[in-house]
């Protein structure tokens, strides 16, 4: 029986594949271009673990298959090339000859210069006697000099086409192929270039039944639901998914995959599971821009602007994606969203490491605090847990301990919103943790974090929000209460981050309300 895979281009005979026809027709199709003419030299490009190889290797085949007479079809990858910082560019002129025999099965001898490498496919000089289509998979990995060069000698090639066999040409990758990173810019028309999708709903359900069908297990038709929803279709996290509910976690084959085996693995795969795309994403997003991914979890309106460098670096490494909304006045906008709820769940953790650490300077609540009034109800008292993190803040000030210093901080030196939601975050779980899951959920996307407590069959529900202007809270209040139905619960309170710690505004900011039957406080926390 077939598996699924998700690391690496997939084997439709050993794993589960979505054939994906149209996308490769359309690849196909640019490749070629006019067949006795021409056909386009241009991009392909995604995320890491999106399909980018599977799709080169399909569409190889496809070409091989229809027109082997008629040309010379190469797969090069350049993700074995290793060059040195202090190695000068020309080193990758001799590890060309293994480049070519690995791609063509043709010998040649070492180059001297770069002009030979365009010699290779001369008409009148080269090594080829039919046209060539060429894939150069894993672009981005080689120095952004070599990769300078390398467009040169394309461009060249391209405005003297009579004079080459280069017919098609696709440089496949996430950044570097669409001239981001190069200050000589794409070689190719940027319209032509082919971005690989997330799969859709409906070929997340296809990949799925393929299991159901070859192994006779049932899976639950809300669990492939929610995997398309916590991954938005993501190829490589969607069989990642695939591996650990059908394999690692299947522990009785016999039964249906229902909601609760969804909840363990997504439990773990949250908390303990590893995942190379995962982490190579939180290594991206604690480099150089990781100000914005955290402005990002308390910022609904964040505008996406692809010519920032911030903007594009995250999206095109799979960090964020965006929606476009309508205005009041009637215009688009493009807003900035997190690339999936994994992605940002992941995130979540990891930043509020980075940002608040991973212990609390002084103990999360006094040393006889029992918390009986937190549980003696049917519901988690989430407004008596707040007056402990309120009463935590008061015990820092007064051993001297500023939990704000050295945060990030916006243009009007008013702290990041985001370090508010990570901070009591890092609070509850050190306070209750032991005892309680500490869920985080953000069901708007970003600029709202939904904690969901469950403690001793016990749950509560906080949610997490910056203060904007005072005529929005009564607002916020009708909005929880119809998420605190939603959820089952008849009470919700939402801690509200304001930037100044007068007491006597933070009282008249608090405030108790009643919606339908539903239990709304709202609790302000001040912080400078």
Avoid at 187 to 193: A, D, E, G, T
Wanted: charged share 25%; hydrophobic share 40%; with cysteine.
């Amino acid at each position: 029986m077939r598996r699924f895979s998700s690391y690496g281009p997939v084997d439709s005979s050993e794993n589960f594949c979505i054939k994906r026809a149209e996308l490769v027709q359309r690849c196909t199709s640019q490749m070629i271009g006019n067949i006795d003419k021409k056909g386009h030299y241009f991009t392909i490009w995604a995320p890491r673990q999106a399909g980018k190889t599977w799709i080169m290797r399909k569409v190889k085949e496809e070409i091989e298959l229809k027109h082997s007479d008629k040309f010379v079809v190469g797969t090069m990858s350049m993700q074995g090339i290793v060059i040195k910082k202090d190695e000068r560019e020309e080193t990758l002129l001799n590890k060309i000859p293994q480049l070519i025999w690995e791609t063509f099965k043709y010998e040649i001898s070492i180059l001297k210069e770069w002009e030979d490498f365009k010699n290779l496919f001369s008409i009148q000089k080269g090594i080829f006697n039919r046209p060539v289509l060429l894939f150069i998979d894993e672009f981005d990995s080689l120095p952004p000099a070599i990769i300078d060069i390398l467009i040169t000698l394309f461009r060249d090639m391209f405005l003297k086409r009579d004079s080459y066999l280069l017919h098609g040409l696709a440089l496949i990758g996430v950044r570097a192929v669409l001239g981001v990173e190069s200050y000589r810019g794409s070689p190719f028309n940027i319209q032509r270039s082919l971005h690989i999708p997330n799969f859709t709903k409906e070929e997340v359900i296809d990949l799925y039944q393929q299991y159901q069908d070859e192994s006779g297990q049932k899976i639950a038709d809300e669990v492939v639901e929610k995997i398309f929803e916590f991954t938005r279709g993501q190829p490589g996290l969607v069989n990642w998914f695939g591996e650990l509910l059908t394999e690692k976690y299947n522990h009785e084959p016999d039964k249906s995959i229902d909601m609760n085996s969804w909840k363990k693995v997504c439990s773990d795969a949250v908390n303990i599971e590893w995942n190379n795309t995962i982490l190579n994403l939180i290594k991206k997003a604690r480099g150089n821009y990781q100000d914005y991914v955290v402005d990002l979890f308390s910022r609904p309106d964040m505008l996406f602007m692809i010519d920032a460098d911030w903007c594009s670096y995250l999206y095109l490494n799979g960090i964020i994606d965006y929606k476009v909304q309508t205005r009041p006045s009637g215009e688009n906008e493009a807003i900035c969203i997190f690339s999936s709820p994994f992605v940002q769940r992941r995130l979540y953790n990891a930043l509020t490491i980075d940002v608040i650490g991973d212990r609390m300077p002084i103990p999360s609540l006094d040393a006889l605090d029992t918390l009986a009034d937190v549980f003696e109800n049917q519901e988690i008292n989430t407004l008596a847990l707040l007056e402990r993190y309120k009463n935590y803040l008061k015990r820092l000030k007064a051993k001297g301990i500023n939990p704000w210093k050295e945060q990030p901080r916006r243009a009007d030196l008013h702290l990041t919103e985001a370090v508010g939601h990570f901070h009591i975050y890092a609070w509850l779980q050190s306070a209750i943790g032991r005892k309680c899951v500490i869920s985080p959920e953000f069901p708007t996307g970003n600029g709202r974090v939904d904690l969901h407590l469950s403690c001793m069959n016990k749950k509560g529900l906080i949610e997490v929000k910056s203060f904007t202007n005072a005529s929005e809270i009564k607002e916020n209040i009708m909005q929880a209460a119809g998420y605190a139905q939603k959820t089952g619960l008849n009470s919700i309170t939402i801690a509200l981050f304001v930037p100044f710690d007068d007491e006597s505004i933070l009282e008249k900011l608090s405030a108790h309300d009643i919606i339908d039957d539903i239990k709304v406080n709202v609790f302000a926390i001040g912080w400078q």
